[in-house]
RNA sequence: GGUCUCGUCGUCUAACGGUUAGGACAUCAGGUUUUCAUCCUGACAAUUCGGGUUCGAUUCCCGGCGAGAUCACCA
């Protein structure tokens, strides 16, 4: 019985998109539902590509969407036992690592010009024949003095088979493990050798990562048996698609940042929920998943071979789902910041009112705005919003008056302590006037919000009160 | 090009030798005596192709085609 742990590890290099979410999401299940750990580890050793307050983003948006670490960096400070948790911080411990290797041979320092290399291998290229650095082996390697560049030299190739939890039983031939390098010039570990080193130390069990790792497996087998390591669980996580195409998700094409999704007005729940299932479902036909639901049922059985992909239309679907299902007061803390003008200024009652009867038709929390602000304000009569009206637009202003006039007469004796006494007023004015309640009751919807949608128009009414109607109505009548 | 991998409605997927190939999103149509949204009902829509194995293949095998990943002192 080993204990479970698993490990987010990226690179500080740009915003967190999208498509590399699920590569958290997923180990994160796996160390939760088996009561392992979950472990953040920062992998920045390559110094041309930091980029400053990355590190910042990718914890923010783990915190936002309720992926917690139990080991890792936190703002300045770090937990675990196994740390440090930044690569950059972990030089003394690659280098012990890599002498273990030097001592039994089974690295060489390389003298040779990047130049010289790069060189061999165009000419290789050019005559179609397969570059294996191994066949040209410096004769009398210098003692490695940190300066040159470590390479792992690979002394027996041979083909590997190896399980992968997602993909199945993979192979590949002798020829896929060159000998490659570990410790760069500068003296800091490629992902390659440090990611072995790292994932062995804190003791990581499953390595679960994006598929593009697949190719470069039998360096890392040749790796842990040179360095005498257990070979951990793999899962290899096939890529989220673009919109268009069938490459990748990435920034070039628009792969958003996780950031700018919460901008809009997306939930993290929902986010969640849509990025697990993307190419993984419990077998079921259930669509709509809570976190501790995804923890439970989570398994590498289901999770698809080819690469999903990313459906903004599926997305603002779940959002609308997981935003109705929200209880008033919750809803009301996450739309801080989403009022429009006159929204931010009102009381929390009012806001709470207002949510209740707008809840099912938002979709995201950035539909507040247009859904909400005519109840904070009186609007400015707008007659040319009824051109968006197919039936009001054919009548003449003085008929459409003449009905406001009616319903202000009507509506003065009304109660309006319920949605369904105003109902019954409504009705009332269609016997009395003989209109249709197509142009009755899309007049007065009008008068009241001058908005293209709103809520149901008794709901509407009574939020309003008799007094704000009345007035509205007075507006119209008199513009 | 070498190596490795993948291939079910437009999209996400179910069916692990026997189903009228199921569900969801999207789209379209209708309903819920006002709009929009929700909700309900219905429609449209798929096994990449060709060979095998089998009484029977979406499913197993081989080949073609298509797609992707990777071949760095990047991760």
Sequence with gaps: MSNVRTRFAPSPTGYIHVGNVRSALYPFFIARQSGGQFVLRIEDTDQNRFVEGAEEL?????????????????????????????????????????????????????????DEIKALQDQAKAEHRLFLYRDHRPTNPPAWDGTQPLRFKVT???????????????????????????IKSDGLPTYNFA??????????????????????????????????????????LPHIL???????????????????????????????????CLGWNDGTEQEIFTMDELINKFSFAHVQKSGARFD????????GQW??????????????????????????????????????RMKTLADLPSLS?????????????????????????????????????????ADFSSADALQDALNELLVQTGEKPVIMFGIVRFALTWARFSPGLPETMQLLGRDEVLGRLDDAISS
Aim: aromatic letters at 10%; one cysteine or more; charged letters at 30%.
């Design 312 to 319: 903004e239309k599926r997305l603002l679907w779940l959002n």
């Design 58 to 114: 990718i914890i923010d948006v783990l915190h936002w969407l309720g992926v917690n670490w139990d080991e890792g960096p936190d703002g300045n400070v770090e937990c675990g036992n196994y740390g440090p948790y930044h690569q950059t911080a972990r030089r003394e411990i690659y280098h012990r690592w890599a002498m273990k290797l030097v001592d039994k041979g089974l690295a060489y320092a390389d003298p040779r010009p990047a």
């Design 373 to 413: 602000e005519y109840f904070f304000a009186r609007p400015a009569v707008n007659w040319d919003i009824l051109s968006t009206s197919k039936q009001l637009s054919k009548r003449d202003r003085s008929d459409l008056i003449n009905l406001l006039k009616a319903a202000r007469a009507r509506l003065q004796t």
């Design 242 to 276: 673009a919109p268009e195409g069938n490459k990748k998700l990435g920034k070039r094409d628009g792969a958003k940042s996780v950031t700018e999704y919460r901008d809009e007005g997306y939930l993290p729940e929902a986010m969640v929920n849509f990025l697990a």
């Design 156 to 182: 027996n190739p041979v083909d590997y088979h190896w399980h992968d939890e997602v993909m199945g039983d993979l192979s590949a031939g002798r020829d896929a493990v060159d000998d490659f390098i570990i």
């Design 323 to 360: 935003i109705k299902r929200l209880d008033v007061d919750d809803l009301l803390n996450r739309c801080e910041g989403f009022w429009g003008k006159h929204g931010t200024t009102a009381d929390d009652d009012t806001r709470r009112a207002v949510l209740a009867i707008v809840q099912e």
């Design 195 to 236: 990611h072995i080193v790292d994932d062995a130390e804190m003791k990581i069990t499953h390595v679960i990562r994006g598929q593009e790792y697949i190719s470069s497996m039998p360096k890392y087998l040749a790796l842990y048996d040179a360095l005498e390591l257990p070979w951990p669980v793999f899962a290899h």
